[in-house]
């Protein structure tokens, strides 16, 4: 077999993209026209996937009050595979537990020994579940090296934005 070793250089655009997906009730609101927040969450992670290399690494979890593996932690080689399992994932019951999706999204993560690791949560600011530790977790991973951003789906004034924002900013 042939092995093909990267440079350094090379090395440092080479990361591992965990992407957890809200798939709580809630996410079936309609967020615009014949859109609903879990339409918007699955085109955002499909859009992050087709941005991958083959070099990189991705995971896809789906949360409501459990983690669900979509797509677990593997080479970002075939992305149309990829985006049709994301553009699958349905909104189901309860709410996102944001710690438990965290917990599940980190464990993927640190599977990973890529350079770059970052976790990507879409979590619906209006029912953003188990908030408890959740922002101190998040400032415990990017100590380990592991990048958190989120992406609240609502408005500002949706009574859990604080905390996501909180959590971004963590």
């Known amino acids: 077999p042939v092995t093909m070793e990267l440079r350094e250089d090379q090395m440092r655009g080479v990361m591992a ?3 957890v997906l809200d798939r709580s009730g809630s996410m079936s609101i309609e967020a615009g026209p014949g859109r609903t927040k879990m339409d918007l ?6 859009e992050a996937i087709k ?5 990189d690494q991705v995971s896809v979890i789906a949360v409501d009050s459990a983690p669900h593996t979509i797509v677990p ?3 970002a ?3 149309q595979k990829l985006v049709k399992a994301v553009l699958r994932i349905q909104s189901m019951g309860g709410g996102i537990f944001v710690r438990t999706a965290l917990d599940a999204a980190a464990k993927q993560a640190r599977e990973s020994e890529l ?3 970052q976790i990507l949560l879409f979590s619906d600011a209006a029912d953003s579940e188990e908030q ?7 400032r415990k991973l990017v100590q380990e090296g ?4 989120v992406v609240g789906l609502g408005t500002p004034a949706d009574m859990d934005a604080r905390f996501l924002q909180d959590l971004a900013r963590a």
């Open 132 to 138: 408890k530790d959740s922002v101190a977790f998040a």
């Open 17 to 19: 993209l965990v992407a």
């Open 51 to 55: 941005l991958l290399a083959p070099t």
């Open 77 to 79: 080689e075939d992305t």
């Open 146 to 149: 592991i990048n958190v951003s």
């Open 41 to 46: 969450a699955n085109m955002g992670v499909a």
């Open 115 to 117: 350079p770059t690791r």
């Open 73 to 75: 932690l593997s080479q």
